[in-house]
């Protein structure tokens, strides 16, 4: 027989039995301070992450060069023809 049945659960059921209960019992609290310094290292390492890469200021100390009206007025134009063309498909 391929799996054979778990003499720690209930055949009907497939809960734990009161003696796999107490077998796990003194474990629980070990279990649990490890579980949570692993998530908290691994989420201390995700927040560095995201934090250390999504700064703002990557292009903070490029110049911005103004523009000429009738240069904005052609690209408001060009943009307003642009979205009439995809609106139409």
């Known amino acids: 027989?391929?799996?054979e049945r778990s003499p720690y659960q209930d055949p009907r059921t497939f809960k734990?039995?009161?003696?796999?209960?107490?077998?796990?019992?003194?474990?629980?609290v070990r279990?649990?301070?490890?579980?949570a310094a692993?998530?908290?290292i691994s989420g201390g390492v995700y927040l560095y992450t995201y934090e250390f890469l999504h700064k703002d200021n990557d292009f903070s100390d490029v110049?911005?060069?103004?523009?000429?009206?009738k240069e904005l007025a052609q690209l408001k134009k060009e943009y307003e023809e642009h979205k009439r063309q995809r609106d139409s498909k």
């Open 1 to 3: 027989m391929p799996l």
């Open 16 to 28: 734990m039995t009161p003696a796999m209960i107490r077998a796990r019992k003194p474990f629980f």
């Open 31 to 35: 279990n649990m301070i490890g579980l």
């Open 38 to 40: 692993l998530l908290g």
């Open 63 to 69: 110049p911005i060069p103004p523009i000429d009206e």
